[in-house]
């Protein structure tokens, strides 16, 4: 399997339920993201690892919490969310930090969605 | 803080026209300029990218125009095709930034 993997595809949970998102690369990538996409907004950055060490938090709320156990893997753990949070939720990775000069490789997201 | 404007926000196109879709950013810094496109269901994927360096870059139908005195610059599909109905996005980097994104539609 090549490419960035997202799972689940698909999620409902209630606003006192605790998930995770789990994204898996298989390019050999150093860095990897998780950005929030939702209906016209821009894509919205949520977090950098670059060499497994978190290197950016654009002032995403605690109830998002990410982990990264190594460089092939990343984790998004959920609770206590808002129905505000309901959104496609991408994971990408690159060749560096910050995707520069590399470009971005997107997995198919997971689709989120709080009641 | 968008530092990446995108324009329009959606596109109707006849087959066979050509799409322009236009983004301006405000980093002189920014030294690699990709274009993403995303199919419903699907993740942005790299389609096109060109570095300051260089004015323009063609890889088939596809085509960045870059202006780098007037911080712009502009994706041209050339010949569209209903296949090509997606959302597209531009982007920055040093620290990737994406643009609004762009819905086109190319009818039949």
């Known amino acids: 399997e090549t490419g960035v993997t997202q799972t689940p595809r698909h999620l409902v949970m209630g606003m006192t339920n605790k998930k995770s998102l789990k994204c898996e690369q298989h390019?050999?990538?150093?860095?990897m993201y998780w950005y929030k996409q939702s209906a016209k907004k821009p894509l919205e950055l949520m977090f950098v690892?670059?060499?497994?060490?978190?290197?950016e938090n654009n002032s995403v709320p605690s109830r998002f919490s990410p982990e990264c156990p190594n460089s092939s893997h990343l984790f998004l753990h959920l609770h206590t969310l808002q129905p505000e949070d309901s959104a496609l939720y991408l994971c990408?990775?690159?060749?560096?930090?910050?995707?520069?000069?590399?470009?971005?490789?997107f997995g198919s997201g997971t689709r989120l969605t709080v009641v | 803080q968008q530092q990446v404007k995108q324009s329009p926000q959606s596109l109707i196109v006849q087959k066979g026209g050509i799409s322009i879709i236009n983004c301006a950013y405000e980093?002189?810094?920014?030294?690699?300029f990709p274009w993403y496109q995303q199919f419903p269901g699907k993740g942005p994927a790299l389609l096109i990218a060109?570095?300051?360096?260089?004015s323009e870059k063609k890889e088939g139908r596809f085509t960045i125009s870059f202006n780098k005195s007037a911080k712009q610059f502009s994706l041209h599909i050339m010949d569209s095709q209903p296949g090509d109905s997606a959302t597209y996005f531009c982007a920055a980097s040093g620290d990737m930034r994406f643009g609004a994104g762009t819905r086109l539609t190319v009818k039949p």
């Open positions: 990408a990775s690159s060749q560096d930090g910050q995707g520069a000069g590399y470009g971005y490789t």
């Open positions: 060109i570095r300051p360096d260089v």
């Open positions: 980093n002189t810094a920014f030294d690699y």
């Open positions: 690892y670059s060499l497994e060490e978190r290197v």
């Open positions: 390019l050999g990538h150093n860095a």
